[in-house]
């Protein structure tokens, strides 16, 4: 028996059903020159930060240096009158240690002027603690932005005093992974999700987890290859080793609690423009934060070029890198702008290019050729300086 499509109607019912299954799979084009900021630096799933306590000499010995081989960058909470007493606190980072590490690009945070529980202080006595702190660190042309309450001791009081000297502070309990959106964030209070792979702390398992839902995990280190205390050299190089992976494959943005919370924060308020000439076949993007220092992180921008293909990048007239993100919506530049520093001209080609990935070096202060310069190429140029000062070499220079 043959059925009649047109007068059973069965052949439009076929019609408006294939007509709704299209609607919902195929993904809604984004119209050109459209552009928004990354969840995380790089379009990276989840993010990271190593973060250190107390400043004892295993952790310049042993993480420092295994850190700066896979050119990761830690935030070191050291504790202000003991690096500042050499002669009796044997054990512990002291000055030219914290100078090295950071001129290497390390994040050096508060953890007080002495490690009081500060919880257990009054206002005025609490006011004491961080600005002995802040004044020490200042000495030697260190601005910590951020820092971690001794104990993990903090409460509304306190947070309200430590406030007025810093933007950030992390706590401790729970052990939970940070938001990616600032209205979600006590950025007074940031937790911390992991410590030794060991134990009670799932350093892996807290990865694993920001990866999972799209978070941001701090952990937690004290003492390194200590004895009786883990974790080991080998096991924190393992580690490393571990999420250096993930980074390298783009899951993963490892940075300093500055850095991270910054980008949060700008992200959640900045204002982006975009717009498109036909005739120059230019995309104009602007994008304007409305917040002083320390916010001075690159956002990740994506921004549609439809069918076309980029032929440059530019901010304010100088280069940028770039690359290609081919997605279900269509073809997406993705690179990295400095807020507040000034319109990113994109150029676009009929031409088809094979180049998906575009490294510019417009500077020959670009120290570690990763196209752009940063802090890292500042923090090349102090080690430079210190190690020729700390240890005078005849290849010094002036």
Request: aromatic fraction near 12%; hydrophobic fraction near 40%; include cysteine.
């Amino acid at each position: 028996m043959m059925f009649d499509m047109d007068s059973t109607g069965f052949g439009k019912c076929i019609f408006v059903v294939l007509f709704v299954i299209l609607a919902i799979v195929t993904p809604t084009r984004a119209s050109l020159s459209d552009t928004y900021i990354t969840e995380w630096s790089g379009g990276a799933i989840g993010a990271y930060s190593f973060t250190f306590d107390d400043g004892s000499t295993g952790q310049f010995q042993y993480a420092v240096p295994i850190l700066n081989e896979h050119s990761i960058h830690g935030t070191f909470f050291l504790i202000g009158a003991s690096v500042e007493a050499w002669y009796s606190t044997v054990g512990r980072v002291h000055v030219p240690q914290m100078l090295s590490m950071f001129a290497a690009g390390h994040e050096i945070g508060s953890h007080t002027y002495d490690h009081p529980h500060l919880t257990d202080l009054n206002d005025g006595d609490v006011h004491t603690q961080m600005s002995l702190a802040r004044e020490f660190f200042n000495g030697y042309g260190i601005d910590p932005v951020s820092m971690a309450y001794p104990f993990s001791a903090t409460d509304e009081r306190v947070q309200s005093i430590v406030g007025q000297y810093i933007e950030f502070a992390r706590c401790g309990y729970p052990m939970v992974t940070n938001s990616s959106s600032w209205d979600e964030l006590n950025p007074l209070d940031l937790r911390w999700s992991s410590g030794s792979p060991n134990g009670s702390y799932d350093s892996y398992g807290s990865v694993e987890t920001a990866l999972a839902t799209g978070t941001w995990a701090i952990g937690v280190f004290h003492q390194i290859d200590c004895s009786g205390i883990r974790p080991t050299a080998e096991e924190f190089r393992i580690f490393v080793e571990h999420v250096a992976t993930l980074r390298d494959t783009g899951e993963l943005w490892i940075d300093t609690v500055r850095e991270i919370a910054c980008y949060i924060r700008e992200r959640s308020s900045a204002n982006i423009t975009s717009s498109y000439d036909l005739e120059s076949k230019t995309v104009k993007v602007g994008l304007q934060v409305a917040l002083d220092y320390p916010y001075v992180v690159p956002l990740t921008l994506r921004t549609d070029v439809n069918d076309y293909y980029v032929k440059s990048i530019s901010q304010s007239e100088m280069p940028i890198s770039y690359k290609v993100v081919n997605d279900e919506a269509g073809r997406l530049v993705q690179y990295d702008v400095v807020p507040n520093g000034g319109d990113v001209t994109i150029e676009l080609t009929d031409q088809a290019s094979e180049q998906q990935v575009v490294c510019v070096k417009p500077f020959e202060e670009d120290l570690n050729n990763d196209c752009k310069v940063d802090m890292t190429d500042f923090a090349i140029l102090a080690a430079s300086w210190l190690d020729c000062h700390l240890e005078p070499k005849e290849a010094c220079f002036d």
